[in-house]
């Protein structure tokens, strides 16, 4: 039903939910009447006028099933376990899901009435048809077909079998043909980038060192260091692992990865760290080139960040359901990797107050506000408060401001930096 439009099905499922509801919740035994079946009747001839012109196409590119389906407001996502009474068989590939419930829907060995009868029984007899896959699994049943010519032919036969697609549909064992190539394709591409990740480890330890380093015999953060004097080796690095990223976004963007391999933690955790360490260097290396002339945040930020950012953001939201502690001490990399962007636009709003641009009060204001919730949550790293530091820098010059406007001037940020001095 979710291939069609609402629109199409909504007058006969109100018809029939009264009816199915009472099978379900009351466990009534009332055979459907005339204009139930008709309702039936309707919803099916509705859902099939769409599978039928969605599901007759060649499956020689996926391109063109992308193509086809246009019409069609359903996506599928994560595994889909197709049963019958035959047994169960999972797919994980959204566009051979959809190909699957396509065929499903598209068979023309039974008469009309029969077909729309075994819907209608199939919906009812969900539970039961569950609980018959589930005991078969546990038992070990299977389905075998005796003419396989080999165990990839059996295996291939028994998944259509249990999805309730016969092995004489052409479509089908081409369409799991597909699905199998696919997720090859997927598991040799993550097993390669695994190898590479395991390499870059190498670079990103040597840019901790190198940040490090810049703290201890320089007393500057090593953002300051590498916008002022480029480091050769930390560009080097720089440059290799965006590279890596750029790559990885590119074959995920083109579907060469597994569709959950951006909840994944490895690949979340590698990706944030990355972002952590080394965006601060694409924004250092930005302002250097740019004078000053243009914003990173709205014209320089690479797609490789925003695409990690929200693959972050997004399993944030399911970590933020089960409840997280808070920090208990600073952040070793500041959290918000676009923190040194948001000092490099707020040191040029603070000239152009100088020079009466009264407007941007308010966004350095919001500024303000934004490093106190920064602090308050122990977000920021604590490099960010050495002497020399640009925040440092800004801060001095925001503060002088503010108390030669406004006699005995405070604010929250005003006392935590009061009280860490």
């Known amino acids: 039903m979710l291939l069609a439009p609402f629109e199409s099905i909504a007058?006969?499922?109100?018809?029939?939910?009264?009816?199915?509801?009472?099978?379900?919740?009351?466990?009534?035994?009332?055979?459907?009447?005339?204009?139930?079946?008709d309702a039936c009747r309707t919803l099916l001839n509705n859902v099939l006028q769409y599978t039928l012109t969605l599901g007759n196409y060649e499956l020689d590119s996926l391109r063109k099933l992308d193509e086809a389906i246009k019409t069609s407001p359903y996506r599928p996502f994560g595994t889909y376990m197709f049963c019958s009474s035959e047994g169960a068989a999972c797919?994980?590939?959204?566009?051979?899901?959809?190909?699957?419930?396509?065929?499903?829907?598209?068979?023309?060995?039974?008469?009309?009435?029969?077909?729309?009868?075994?819907?209608?029984?199939?919906?009812?007899?969900?539970?039961?048809?569950?609980?018959h896959v589930i005991e078969n699994s546990i038992s070990g049943e299977i389905i075998a077909k005796p003419d396989s010519?080999?165990?990839?032919?059996?295996?291939?036969?028994?998944?259509?079998?249990?999805?309730?697609?016969?092995?004489?549909?052409?479509?089908?064992?081409?369409?799991?043909?597909?699905?199998?190539?696919?997720?090859?394709?997927?598991?040799?591409?993550?097993?390669?980038?695994?190898?590479?990740?395991?390499?870059?480890?190498c670079i990103m330890a040597e840019l901790?060192?190198?940040?490090?380093?810049?703290?201890k015999e320089s007393g500057i953060t090593y953002y300051d260091s590498f916008r002022k004097h480029e480091d050769i080796n930390a560009n080097l690095g720089r440059e290799n692992l965006a590279r890596f990223w750029d790559e990885i976004i590119e074959m995920w963007e083109r579907h060469e990865l597994p569709h959950d391999f951006q909840s994944q933690?490895?690949?979340?955790?590698?990706?944030?760290?990355?972002?952590?360490?080394?965006?601060?260097?694409?924004?250092?290396?930005?302002?250097?080139?740019?004078?000053?002339?243009?914003?990173?945040?709205?014209?320089?930020?690479?797609?490789?960040?925003?695409?990690?950012?929200?693959?972050?953001?997004?399993?944030?939201?399911?970590?933020?359901?089960?409840?997280?502690?808070?920090?208990?001490?600073?952040?070793?990399?500041?959290?918000?990797?676009?923190?040194w962007a948001y000092v490099e636009e707020a040191s040029e709003d603070l000239e152009n107050l100088k020079q009466d641009q009264h407007q941007k009060l308010?966004?350095?204001?919001?500024?303000?506000?934004y490093v106190t919730k920064m602090?308050?949550?122990?977000?920021?790293?604590?490099?960010?408060?050495?002497?020399?530091?640009?925040?440092?820098?800004w801060w001095k010059e925001w503060k002088n401001y503010k108390q030669n406007q406004?006699?005995?001037?405070?604010?929250?940020?005003?006392?935590?930096?009061?009280?860490?001095?």
Request: contains cysteine; aromatic residues 10%.
């Open 11 to 37: 007058e006969p499922l109100i018809a029939i939910l009264p009816y199915w509801e009472g099978i379900i919740v009351h466990d009534s035994k009332d055979e459907p009447d005339y204009f139930i079946q």
């Open 91 to 131: 797919i994980e590939n959204s566009e051979i899901v959809l190909k699957m419930l396509h065929l499903t829907m598209q068979s023309h060995e039974k008469p009309y009435d029969n077909i729309v009868h075994d819907c209608l029984s199939e919906h009812i007899g969900y539970a039961s048809v569950m609980k």
């Open 149 to 201: 010519e080999s165990s990839y032919k059996m295996g291939m036969s028994l998944q259509l079998e249990a999805i309730g697609v016969g092995v004489q549909n052409e479509d089908a064992p081409i369409a799991l043909e597909i699905a199998r190539d696919i997720e090859n394709n997927h598991s040799r591409n993550v097993a390669k980038l695994a190898i590479e990740l395991s390499e870059k480890q």
């Open 208 to 215: 901790e060192w190198y940040k490090e380093r810049c703290e």
């Open 265 to 339: 933690n490895k690949w979340i955790n590698a990706g944030t760290a990355y972002r952590k360490l080394v965006e601060p260097l694409d924004i250092a290396y930005y302002y250097s080139m740019s004078k000053g002339k243009s914003n990173y945040l709205s014209e320089g930020r690479p797609n490789r960040y925003k695409v990690i950012q929200k693959w972050m953001e997004a399993k944030e939201k399911t970590r933020s359901s089960r409840g997280q502690r808070p920090r208990t001490k600073p952040a070793s990399l500041t959290e918000d990797s676009c923190f």
């Open 362 to 369: 308010e966004s350095l204001e919001m500024f303000e506000g």
């Open 375 to 393: 602090i308050g949550h122990r977000n920021i790293s604590s490099d960010v408060f050495l002497e020399g530091s640009s925040f440092m820098k």
């Open 406 to 421: 406004i006699s005995g001037w405070s604010s929250p940020l005003y006392k935590i930096m009061e009280s860490e001095s």
